[in-house]
């Protein structure tokens, strides 16, 4: 029987995260912080979050010891599954190999957990009682509740009032895991009463809920704050994906001509791509491909400029590919995408050369999911959608280039807690949203004054 | 690092499947036909089974050759893992090994596509263009719309009604793998429209909905029908669970002192039981529990007797345990479980004492199950918390008694689909049935005439 499906062992698990600050060609510009328009001190961004966490996101260090406590956890589903997608290839008629991890098979059903159960940990370590975070689909919130769940910490998620609403299973989910979990904006801050106060009907958005779950933690000795996204140690902690890949790739004595991922805020991404960029700066062959949606295409269209990483300009200003803080996406099913910034490790990559990246409509993203559900039998969440999408035009274009071809991909996790966007899919009541030029053109006068665009 | 996972190989994976009849003590009695009163030949079920299946359901051959066209889906999912869930072992501070085969891993999220895709192999071989089934929360309903994409077999579900729109995101799964589905009743038969005829706001019943599929089967000559437990064939195609729990429990070293799993039909206990009743019957030592709910306790209460498998009146006769085919269970969330009858060979094990049975009631599930969730990560189906419970409790007992104990129980699927029911149990919502003693005891007068209660 044919290979299709690469385990390691625990044995086999990477023990180290990768740093991809010790090989940029490029170092990052500094974060600004929002007040003092001077480069942020760990000092001043300590008080929301654990020193150790700090370190992780100044650090050149190339490789960080992953702790025992967390391998512990990472061990109830990690090494995931590298999968062959043979199916789809005969759908496709390529000469391709397409592969994809699995990393839908975490108990919260997406990478997020990678990073959840790190910061859980240092956190915890460092004496903190809760996390407190925000959530819009509610994939992150999920994930820091489990990864709070196991090491004993309160968790409180202000989840975007209509999603709260709209999707109340993953609102349960986060619950089962023991967290709490408030609709926001929400009576519990001075900032969810001021909001309320304007509009008691007030639907939220991410960036009110950021801004209630950073003042949660502000105001409370015990508790910090926690991101899913965007920051230097998340896409480090991520970075246990590819580094996985590279040992299943290794077993079947396969190299990847591409390597691709859907960007929102960059983690996945990050985490399958980062070691193997690493490789490529070393002399070997890859591409690296990020795919994002055509209404919100941070890194083909944003410039690279200082800007907010939050709406209400309370976060550390950031060098990176930006739409503008204050532009609000279209509502697009893949919520996971809809972010105004990108990791800054990502967008200065793709300042460098060393990584491409493609915008998709979603109508197209969704056609390409239905087609590996149909396939290869697992539902991707619509995020992971645009992966597929951009693994999918990879493989048809070997087969018009009649060439052999080997595609990863990373599977970010499943759509079971959004299969409503694919009724309506099926449905045929989604449609694509025309780029929001002139929204993104308005945004773009409210960059800070720190930095200019490039 | 300790292990606490073992995967296989695709190529370690079983080839043949078990068919306890080869070894079981006492015969099974024959079904009957429900016109004729005498037992039902093959040639009478081939209107809606194809042969090949008939041939299985009948046969007393040992092992049956896996056909590589199942193997090769099977590989899509399976091996599936063997997990020790030593966090679980924590909390209980048990000197018990328990560890558990997850089946939750299939893209449907249960075992139900063990058989589901089997049955749509033969079919498909035969020249069936289409199957008819149906299904209640939807478990397998989207098990076989899974499988019949695989084949490029048309499927139609009726889902009942009340199901239907209560959980519409099992519907939605279905759709996503290009099946039909209709609430039943519907307009699509002439029962349906004879029971909305009566009541047009019907909410349906399982019993309605099998009349709908079988009638649909009986009334097209490139459709047949298909049924997601309860029967021979079924349990045969799930054995592969057992027979890679034996595979994998060896790799460990490790040897259960008891297996567990919840019943509803009879199909998962079934799979994970049947190759460990095998090595019992060949003199190993190992207890085989199965677990049902205390309100709808067909093996632990209901005479082994024959009865009508659907509630029509219209599937054929058949001896096993039974509540009655006219009685309607609680309306517990474990949805399922609710089945009046089970499995002749389950029940037939049951008569012989080579099979224990025990009933919980919900909530006590419940709470295992969100004890499971909180420790393993993994949020289990309503129906798999009753195998949990069943694991706590001897795992606690061991602890009692001073004793090490391995216990082996089947993750039957997962609860992605099912968090309404976890948000009745954490909101306080959920309530304990009693056992409906009346309504059994009125059920069990309408036996048909065949068989005496034994």
Same mark, same amino acid.
């Given at each position: 029987?044919?290979?299709?499906?690469?385990?390691? =062992?625990?044995?086999?698990?990477?023990?180290?995260?990768?740093?991809?600050?010790?090989?940029?060609?490029?170092?990052?510009?500094?974060?600004? *912080?929002?007040? $003092? &328009?001077?480069?942020?001190?760990?000092?001043?961004?300590?008080?929301?979050?654990?020193?150790?966490?700090?370190?992780?996101?100044?650090?050149?260090?190339?490789?960080?010891?992953?702790?025992?406590?967390?391998?512990?956890?990472?061990?109830?589903?990690?090494?995931?599954?590298?999968?062959?997608?043979?199916?789809?290839?005969?759908?496709?008629? $390529?000469?391709?190999?397409?592969?994809?991890?699995?990393?839908?098979?975490?108990?919260?059903?997406?990478?997020?957990?990678? +990073?959840?159960?790190?910061?859980?940990?240092?956190?915890?370590?460092? %004496?903190?009682?809760?996390?407190? +975070?925000?959530?819009?689909? !509610?994939?992150? &919130?999920?994930?820091?509740?489990?990864?709070?769940?196991?090491? %004993?910490?309160?968790? +409180?998620?202000?989840?975007?009032?209509?999603?709260?609403?709209?999707?109340?299973?993953?609102?349960?989910?986060?619950?089962?895991?023991?967290?709490?979990?408030?609709? =926001?904006?929400?009576?519990?801050?001075?900032?969810?009463?001021?909001?309320?106060?304007?509009?008691?009907?007030?639907?939220?958005?991410?960036?009110?809920?950021?801004?209630?779950?950073?003042?949660?933690?502000?105001?409370?000795?015990?508790?910090?704050?926690?991101? %899913? =996204?965007?920051?230097? *140690?998340?896409?480090? *902690?991520?970075?246990?994906?590819?580094?996985?890949?590279?040992?299943?790739?290794?077993?079947?004595?396969?190299?990847?001509?591409?390597?691709?991922?859907?960007?929102?805020? !960059?983690?996945?991404?990050?985490?399958?791509?980062?070691?193997?960029?690493?490789?490529?700066?070393?002399?070997?062959?890859?591409?690296?491909?990020?795919?994002?949606?055509?209404?919100?295409?941070?890194?083909?269209?944003?410039?690279?400029?200082?800007?907010?990483?939050?709406?209400?300009?309370?976060?550390?200003?950031?060098?990176? *590919?930006?739409? !503008?803080? $204050?532009?609000?996406?279209?509502?697009?099913?893949?919520?996971?995408?809809?972010?105004?910034?990108?990791?800054?490790?990502?967008?200065?990559?793709?300042?460098?050369?060393?990584?491409?990246?493609?915008?998709?409509?979603?109508? $197209?993203?969704?056609?390409?999911?239905?087609?590996?559900?149909?396939?290869?039998?697992?539902?991707?969440?619509?995020?992971?959608?645009?992966?597929?999408?951009?693994?999918?035009?990879?493989?048809?274009?070997?087969?018009?280039?009649?060439?052999?071809?080997?595609?990863?991909?990373?599977?970010?996790?499943?759509?079971?807690?959004?299969?409503?966007?694919?009724?309506?899919?099926? !449905?045929?009541?989604?449609?694509?949203?025309?780029?929001?030029?002139?929204?993104?053109?308005?945004?773009?006068?409210?960059?800070?004054?720190? &930095?200019?665009?490039?």
């Amino acid at each position: 029987m044919e290979q299709i499906k690469v385990f390691l =062992s625990e044995a086999d698990m990477p023990r180290k995260w990768y740093n991809i600050q010790a090989d940029m060609p490029t170092p990052l510009d500094p974060p600004i *912080h929002p007040a $003092t &328009g001077k480069p942020a001190t760990p000092e001043q961004m300590h008080a929301i979050f654990p020193m150790s966490l700090l370190e992780q996101e100044m650090s050149p260090q190339r490789f960080w010891d992953i702790p025992q406590e967390v391998l512990d956890i990472y061990a109830l589903w990690r090494p995931t599954p590298l999968m062959r997608a043979k199916r789809l290839e005969a759908a496709l008629k $390529t000469p391709a190999h397409i592969y994809f991890k699995n990393e839908s098979v975490s108990p919260a059903g997406s990478h997020k957990p990678n +990073t959840a159960v790190a910061q859980a940990y240092y956190n915890k370590k460092e %004496g903190i009682k809760r996390l407190a +975070t925000e959530t819009g689909a !509610g994939q992150w &919130g999920s994930a820091l509740s489990l990864a709070c769940n196991f090491f %004993g910490l309160a968790c +409180t998620v202000y989840m975007v009032r209509v999603s709260y609403d709209q999707k109340p299973f993953r609102k349960s989910m986060v619950q089962a895991w023991g967290a709490t979990i408030y609709p =926001s904006p929400s009576d519990k801050t001075e900032a969810g009463r001021r909001f309320l106060a304007q509009d008691p009907g007030c639907p939220g958005t991410l960036g009110m809920a950021i801004t209630e779950a950073v003042e949660d933690a502000a105001t409370h000795d015990d508790t910090n704050y926690s991101l %899913g =996204s965007v920051l230097n *140690h998340v896409c480090l *902690h991520q970075s246990i994906i590819g580094e996985e890949a590279l040992k299943q790739m290794a077993v079947l004595g396969e190299w990847p001509d591409v390597v691709i991922g859907c960007i929102g805020g !960059g983690s996945n991404f990050a985490g399958i791509s980062f070691p193997y960029v690493r490789e490529k700066i070393a002399g070997r062959k890859v591409r690296i491909l990020a795919v994002e949606p055509a209404s919100c295409p941070t890194v083909t269209k944003g410039p690279y400029a200082y800007d907010y990483g939050d709406t209400g300009g309370m976060a550390p200003i950031i060098k990176m *590919h930006t739409l !503008g803080h $204050t532009f609000v996406p279209p509502g697009i099913h893949a919520g996971g995408l809809r972010y105004h910034g990108m990791a800054p490790l990502v967008s200065r990559l793709k300042e460098d050369g060393l990584i491409e990246a493609v915008a998709y409509p979603q109508l $197209t993203c969704f056609e390409a999911g239905v087609l590996f559900a149909r396939t290869e039998g697992i539902i991707p969440a619509p995020e992971t959608t645009h992966a597929i999408k951009g693994a999918v035009d990879e493989a048809i274009r070997a087969r018009e280039e009649g060439k052999e071809r080997v595609i990863l991909f990373n599977l970010s996790g499943h759509g079971h807690f959004d299969m409503a966007a694919y009724d309506a899919f099926l !449905g045929g009541q989604l449609k694509d949203y025309e780029y929001p030029q002139k929204l993104v053109d308005e945004a773009l006068t409210h960059l800070p004054k720190v &930095g200019a665009a490039s």
